[in-house]
T-cell receptor, first 112, second 115 residues
Framework: AQSVSQHNHHVILSEAASLELGCNYS??????LFWYVQYPGQHLQLLLK??????LVKGIKGFEAEFIKSKFSFNLRKPSVQWSDTAEYFC??????????FGAGTRLFVKA | NAGVMQNPRHLVRRRGQEARLRCSPM?????VYWYRQLPEEGLKFMVY????????ESGMPKERFSAEFPKEGPSILRIQQVVRGDSAAYFC?????????????FGQGTRLTVV
């Protein structure tokens, strides 16, 4: 069955630290990849997406993600986090058909 | 341009009652998706609807759950005879085309608590 794994459920960082959130998926075919963010009390918002082309994708708010096909990974990165990045982050994969599969989410807490 | 609107934001029901969750998609969007979020489990797909049609309901429990997206009005997720295990956050998303190819915009969710 297709699945999306996010390695860390909870991450705690200090401001200015670098961030990398892992995401792996299980599917051998063509995929579209997404990272969503959910700030406390708000709805999910799209951070970035990869459909094709350059595997290094730039998103909003300084986030980027790299698609490594050989590793079935789409890790999210940010060089220097801010307190306002405290949120839950979801990796999602579309493999065709009608539904996008989401990971379990990673809760990031940034200490001021 | 209003986003995806869900109401109510919070809903409390006693066991055995019915819960009706509403979702108004973004203007111009005819594709609606419902997801359920349980703690530590991420978002689980429930159902995908287009106007007046259920396209994929493979994530819907076989009993007590139903969804509709009428020609006029919001999409409704209905849970009959709720049980404690139905307590969760239910999110609706809409897009202008099929998911994965078009960005899905999410509502703020409805938090259902069954007491």
């Amino acid at each position: 069955a297709q699945s999306v794994s996010q390695h860390n459920h909870h991450v705690i960082l200090s401001e200015a630290a670098s961030l990398e959130l892992g995401c792996n998926y299980s599917y051998g075919g063509t995929v579209n990849l997404f990272w969503y963010v959910q700030y406390p009390g708000q709805h999910l918002q799209l951070l970035l997406k990869y459909f094709s082309g350059d595997p290094l994708v730039k998103g909003i708010k300084g986030f980027e993600a790299e698609f490594i096909k050989s590793k079935f990974s789409f890790n999210l990165r940010k060089p220097s986090v801010q307190w306002s990045d405290t949120a839950e982050y979801f990796c999602a994969v579309y493999t065709g058909g009608f539904k996008t599969i989401f990971g379990a989410g990673t809760r990031l807490f940034v200490k001021a | 341009n209003a986003g995806v609107m869900q109401n109510p934001r919070h809903l409390v029901r006693r066991r055995g009652q019915e819960a009706r969750l509403r979702c108004s998609p973004m203007k111009g969007h005819s594709h609606v998706y419902w997801y359920r979020q349980l703690p530590e489990e991420g978002l689980k797909f429930m159902v995908y609807l287009q106007k007046e049609n259920i396209i994929d309901e493979s994530g819907m429990p076989k009993e007590r759950f139903s969804a509709e997206f009428p020609k006029e009005g919001p999409s409704i997720l209905r849970i009959q005879q709720v049980v404690r295990g139905d307590s969760a956050a239910y999110f609706c998303a809409s897009s202008s085309g099929g998911t994965g190819e078009y960005e899905a915009f999410f509502g703020q969710g409805t938090r259902l608590t069954v007491v």
